[in-house]
């Protein structure tokens, strides 16, 4: 058998699926299609998340201020950046030391400097990031969709063979990990554009590959003779219902990702060895290596986390000064590579690279200024230890975030926050719904794209409401 | 030119062609006068073979389309080269659709004699049909002519004749289509018809009243109001009403639409043209003054009765108090049931009888034994039937087996409650992990629950503890309280009353409990007073998230059910709650859960969705006779599930459909039970129950009796085990929300999981190990798998690429593959 799936095919099944399973579910009931009124032109075909789970600290990441290093009963409040100021390629424009490699990239780039994160009480670190990856503030009483689910539900698969959702480096059996598990989900959309889970990067193949100890060629007689066997089945003289029909397609789906030459994007062990080596800071070094060759095979939506875990990773609620040391380590060479290699491939023009945190850190305030909420993390006034030299408290009203490609403006830096504490962003706050706007503009998917579920329109952005930020764009 | 046409044209055969075509007006005014001697509508008077050529009309007609199209396509390719090798065969097609035309014209004029067409549409086809016939007859003879005497001028006249009845013979052939199927047969399919969404539909048929000068009667100006609200509420509401009232206009009542906005009066009674409401909404929406300036421009449909509403005066009647929105009657209703047949006795089939005689509809002959077992072992339990249970059931002379087959099941316990435990988990968003309970802000209740089900506990009682809790059932309505700031249209008492109203009478508060429903007459105090029965306190009301410093009592939603002692303290208020819910006089309560039941047998309730209790049943007796049985009968769910699959209606053969969204449409029509397919829950068990278990006891999160003693099972059922990337691929919900129905489609995920999934793949490879072993031969092993898995016998076909796969000594490769195969197939997959 000879299969040849374009995307149109592939996306017109999907969609047809995807309206009759609407239909079928009584929660996704009352569905009418999606409204696309408005024609745009996209910038970009791809979009890469690097997620910075658990609160990276702008002042000391991307948006440094004033270095005050570490001395036995200093005072916390002088405390703005417990790291240098280094320069980057851009004049007057200096990130935190260990960005370097990230800072020579910035010609290709934009810095934000003055996300504002949603308010939402006691903070929980996965309510926010629910927040920041649905665009809605947890609960809701409709399941909302990831950003990834209504990106691969509009689109669908760049290349049909590969997922168009494609959730690389986090676990689900860490603390919070149900909390999690509540956004990394299509939710009305229906399962069909959740998220394809990747663990663990180096095992990626795994996932799209026939199961262990079988080769290629049982696998194929194995299709083979089931399709025989489908075919003899006396159910199939009932005529053709809509779950047989849709089984038999994603069945056909599975086995032609599964045997394509495209798996092998999946596989980190062909990389050259001393790109791979690049890469190779640990999980999430790998997980941007395996985005970018999945990108240049024709992917959708890619999600490449440094994995969130309670107080591990970015979720410095001690040691804060120690930890980023490695944190930076880990995400440098990595993501600077990345932006390079997808520059030279030609991909970075239609590829929109998004690193972002769900929320800022601080040495003393908790949550905004104007807006302080219960403490969670014990700042002594007079710091004593190493351990509590860092940015330990979570601060909602500056964050960074750093976009490439995809027409993003390059070497531009967007906002701007205090330069003393605190250190809140001053200049262009923007919001989640302008983020999500953003990145739906650059793919050309019209601002007031909804379902209508439970007789109510269900918008991309609540109420439909956040505007592209057009001067992100050059 | 004029000149050379009359000097050249072909004498003889024009004399023909409209000779021919004279007969046929001649044919249409004689059985005129035939039809109209005889009784209005009746043509059994007309000769048999006339009403014969007469029917063979619509088959007749496709020649001459497909003819004439065709040779005006050829005719395009000649464009360059008249005398192109195309020529001779574009003659001869041509010729046959002319002829072709004028035949079907003269069976089209007989079938018309037998009438019961739309007269218009019918006059519209019929001469452009007879024109086509000759304009294509003419078109031929000058080709003939031109071909002959070499005639070029006339070249550029005959293509223009052809292209004429090419255009024309499409156009007959769309009205004649518009009569049989209806007009809007193929443009109602395209979402941006209005009759995709048949929501704002309402009884007024403006067509009716449009060429009628007389005023409207007190009924006709109230049913056109209701219409036109209906259309305001859909499309203008959102800013001009009462949230936002933009323009400082308001369209959602009567003062302030005749009042105007900043710009003055935007209707004007008895003038559509001057009324600027009129107007904007006419304007293309690329205009600065199109409305709504958001969102999608009305129908045609919708401007047209807005156009007659202010053209008829505007009326707005003051005692106009019919909702706009279908509100289900609340109170139960106990219709006589027909009378029994010597055919059928169950309650049930009478009712679907009357219904099938209605419609039109012949009853089929039950399902055979296997089938059934299938069918009702998986509906009732979630397992399969073994082959030695078939065997005993086939075997069985008893005429009442099947309901004693039923009265078994039903009396398997735990079968039974394992079953049904997902079911109420995914409506009561019970599960053993999810958000809400790190930090203490949800409570699990599968032990009440699993309990409840196992002793069948009354539905009344069963809501009662539901809702006016112990600590054992309370999670229902504490539900899921998130760390940090919630939106209030989210607080646990807004969701308690949301889930409670959804689930328990198929109301959907959602919208209400932001603000007042833009898709119902639920206002934004109701969903309040709802909650405040949850409440300590009375909430403070917001609207949108934002504080209004407006406080209201605690109140049923309906007030015929009784009142809530607004002052007293929450235990006391759930249990005013609890009382009314369950009352008999509460039919809708009873409606709901019959008929989430009867989706749960059937594949599609009664009314659908069935959390939208408001939409119409398609046999409203059947469902309230139901209803108000089951609660005379102590709300016994068991007993309601005996009612139901010991019917004929039940049995009946199962209906498949090609597209999924045909379930909720609300033009359903009930042939049998709808085919399903197998949950997460039910594949899991059934596939450890015949090959190897999925999920073993160490991973139980929740200990019925049975799984303690020494005896116990080594597999689990899928409904007692935490979800996981397996279930939640097979379509287990996480149980954030309340959820009451499935997707029941397969998807690329789900695929890939079931091809290399480890979970899957481990179940697989353990199992052929152990049938290598017990079963040794590929024969036993194809025997063993039908038998256990498709409870048939492999055909001879199958049989001969089992065996090209197990060959004659398996391998557990092989097993394993065959295993994969069995599993897959829809035919174990779909319950039908």
């Given amino acids: ?474 | 030119m004029k000149q050379t046409l009359k000097n050249s044209f072909p004498r003889k055969k024009l004399v023909l062609v409209i000779s021919s075509m004279i007969l046929i007006c001649l044919l249409q005014i004689s059985l005129n006068g035939y039809a109209a001697s005889n009784e209005p509508g009746t043509a059994n008077g007309l000769f048999w073979l006339w009403r014969f050529l007469g029917r063979l009309h619509p088959v007749a007609v496709h020649f001459p389309v497909a003819l004439l199209l065709f040779a005006a396509i050829l005719e395009m390719f000649t464009f360059k080269n008249f005398n192109s090798n195309l020529r001779p065969g574009i003659k001869i097609i041509l010729a046959a659709g002319a002829i072709a035309a004028l035949l079907s014209t003269i069976m089209g004029l007989l079938l018309s004699k037998e009438g019961g067409y739309e007269k218009e549409l019918a006059n519209l086809h019929q001469w452009t049909g007879i024109a086509t016939a000759a304009i294509g007859s003419i078109a031929f003879i000058l080709l003939h002519y031109i071909l002959k005497q070499d005639k070029k001028n006339l070249i550029s006249f005959y293509r223009s004749l052809l292209f004429i009845s090419a255009i024309g013979v499409a156009a007959a052939g769309h009205f004649g289509a518009s009569l049989t199927h209806g007009k809007d047969y193929i443009s109602a399919t395209l979402p941006w018809s209005k009759d995709y969404d048949a929501s704002t539909k309402g009884n007024f048929d403006i067509s009716t009243f449009k060429n009628d000068t007389a005023k409207l009667t007190k009924q006709q100006a109230i049913e056109l109001n209701v219409q036109v609200r209906a259309i305001l509420a859909h499309n203008c509401y959102k800013c001009h009403g009462p949230e936002k009232i933009k323009g400082d206009l308001r369209l959602d009542r009567r003062d302030m639409i005749f009042k105007g906005g900043e710009n003055g009066a935007v209707v004007i009674p008895g003038n559509p043209t001057g009324s600027d409401l009129f107007r904007r909404i006419s304007l293309p929406s690329s205009h600065k003054d199109a409305m709504p300036s958001k969102g999608k421009k009305l129908s045609d449909g919708d401007i047209a009765i807005i156009q007659f509403w202010i053209q008829k005066g505007a009326p707005w009647p003051d005692s106009s108090e019919k909702s706009i929105f279908r509100l289900a009657p609340l109170a139960p209703r106990d219709p006589a049931l027909p009378v029994a047949t010597d055919k059928l006795s169950n309650p049930i089939d009478l009712w679907t009888n009357q219904y099938f005689v209605k419609n039109k509809i012949n009853w089929p002959a039950v399902i055979d034994d296997k089938t059934f077992l299938r069918r009702v072992s998986l509906d009732l339990i979630g397992l399969l039937p073994s082959p030695e249970e078939l065997e005993k059931f086939t075997a069985d002379k008893r005429t009442n087996k099947r309901a004693i087959l039923i009265r078994q099941l039903l009396n398997r316990q735990d079968d039974y409650s394992s079953h049904w435990l997902s079911i109420w988990n995914d409506a009561l968003r019970n599960d053993y992990t999810g958000t809400g309970y790190i930090t203490g802000g949800r409570f699990n209740i599968t032990d009440w629950l699993y309990k409840s089900l196992r002793s069948n506990k009354h539905y009344d009682q069963f809501v009662k503890e539901l809702i006016n809790p112990t600590d054992a059932s309370k999670g229902f309505i504490e539900g899921i309280k998130w760390r940090g700031v919630v939106n209030a249209s989210q607080r646990t008492e807004m969701q308690a009353a949301q889930n409670v109203s959804q689930i328990f009478l198929g109301l959907n508060l959602k919208c209400t409990s932001c603000h007042n429903s833009f898709i119902s007459d639920w206002k934004l105090t109701d969903a309040y007073a709802f909650a405040n029965i949850f409440s300590d306190t009375s909430l403070e009301i917001n609207r949108c998230d934002k504080p209004t410093g407006k406080f209201t009592g605690a109140r049923m939603l309906w007030k015929e059910l009784g009142a809530i002692d607004s002052s007293a303290k929450r235990n006391v208020k759930l249990a005013q709650l609890a009382t009314n819910m369950v009352q008999p006089n509460n039919g809708r309560f009873y409606r709901t859960i019959v008929n989430r039941i009867w989706a749960q047998l059937m594949g599609r309730g009664l009314i659908e969705p069935v959390d939208v209790m408001d939409n119409e049943p398609w046999s409203q007796d059947l469902l309230d006779w139901t209803a108000s049985n089951f609660q005379k009968n102590n709300s016994d769910i068991k007993e309601l599930i005996y009612l139901l699959t010991t019917s004929n209606t039940y049995q009946l053969p199962s209906v498949g459909l090609k597209d999924a969204s045909k379930i909720v449409s609300q033009q359903f029509q009930f042939n049998g039970m709808l085919r399903k397919r197998m949950s997460a829950e039910q594949f899991s068990d059934v596939a450890s129950t015949i090959i190897a278990p999925i999920f073993v006891d160490s991973m139980l999160m929740y200990r019925p009796e049975y799984t303690k003693g020494p005896l116990r099972p080594i597999w689990s059922r899928a409904s007692l085990v935490a979800n996981n990337p397996f279930l939640i691929s097979l379509g287990r919900p996480t149980r954030e929300t309340v959820s009451t129905s499935r997707e029941s489609q397969s998807n690329l995920l789900q695929a890939l999981e079931l091809t290399n999934g480890d979970r899957f793949n481990a179940m697989i490879k353990k199992g052929a190990i152990a049938w290598k072993k017990q079963y040794v031969s590929s024969d036993k092993i194809i025997k063993e798998i039908y038998s256990r898995a498709l409870g048939r016998e492999a055909q001879p076909s199958e049989y001969t690429i089992a065996k090209k796969i197990l060959g004659t000594e398996p391998s557990t490769d092989a097993i394993e593959d065959l295993f994969w195969i069995i599993l897959l197939l829809p035919e174990f997959q779909i319950i039908y």
């Fill in chain 1, 1 to 474: 058998m000879n299969h040849h799936w374009n995307r149109r095919e592939f996306l017109k099944g999907s969609s047809t699926a995807a309206i009759a399973a609407l239909a079928a579910g009584a929660p996704l009931a009352g569905f009418l299609a999606s409204c696309n009124t408005s024609k745009i032109k996209a910038t970009a075909d791809t979009v890469i998340l690097l997620w910075m789970g658990g609160g990276m600290a702008h002042t000391d990441t991307f948006d440094p201020k004033k270095y005050t290093p570490f001395t036995k009963g200093m005072m916390a409040n002088d405390v703005l950046s417990t790291f240098k100021s280094v320069p980057t390629i851009l004049d007057d424009v200096y990130f935190s030391e260990g960005l370097e490699s990230i800072g020579k990239v910035m010609d290709k780039g934009t810095v934000i400097r003055s996300y504002v994160a949603g308010d939402m009480g006691h903070i929980l670190h996965s309510r926010h990031q629910y927040h920041w990856h649905t665009c809605y503030k947890p609960p809701q009483s409709v399941a909302a969709p990831h950003i990834g689910s209504w990106i691969s539900n509009q689109l669908g698969p760049v290349n049909s063979v590969i997922p168009a959702f494609i959730d690389i480096g986090q676990r689900f059996s860490l603390g919070e990990g149900e909390e999690l598990k509540a956004f990394h989900t299509a939710g009305f959309l229906g399962n069909e554009f959740g998220p394809f889970l990747i663990p663990d990067p180096s095992a990626g193949l795994e996932s799209v590959k026939p199961p262990v100890g079988m080769n290629i060629n049982r696998f194929e007689k194995r299709n083979q003779l089931y399709n025989e066997l489908m075919s003899k089945s006396p159910i199939g003289e009932m005529g053709s219902d809509y779950q047989k029909e849709s089984m038999r397609r994603s069945m056909e789906q599975a086995y032609i990702l599964l045997k394509s030459p495209e798996a092998a994007a999946f596989d980190l062990t062909k990389e050259p060895k001393e790109s791979y080596d690049i890469y190779n800071t640990g999980k999430f070094g790998l997980g941007c290596l395996m985005a970018r060759r999945l990108t240049e095979k024709g992917a959708r939506f890619i999600s490449v986390t440094t994995e969130y875990e309670p107080f591990k990773n970015w979720d410095t609620h001690d040691n804060g000064h120690t930890r980023l040391v490695d944190m930076k380590k880990q995400i440098d060479g990595p993501i600077a590579q990345l932006i390079k290699d997808l520059d030279r491939s030609g991909h970075l023009d239609r590829t929109l690279v998004i690193l972002a945190s769900e929320f800022s850190r601080d040495m003393m305030v908790e949550g905004r200024p104007e807006l302080k909420v219960q403490e969670q993390v014990n700042q002594p006034d007079i710091i004593q230890e190493l351990k509590n030299y860092g940015m330990h408290r979570h601060f909602t009203d500056g964050c960074s975030m750093l976009m490439f490609g995809g027409g993003i403006k390059k070497g531009n830096v967007y906002g701007k926050t205090a330069d003393e504490r605190p250190c809140k962003t001053v200049d262009k706050p923007i919001r989640i719904e302008q983020i999500h706007q953003t990145i739906y503009h650059a793919l050309g998917i019209p601002q007031d794209t909804h379902y209508v579920i439970e007789k109510r329109p269900f918008y991309t952005t609540p109420d439909g409401l956040g505007k592209a930020e057009m001067d992100l764009f050059s």
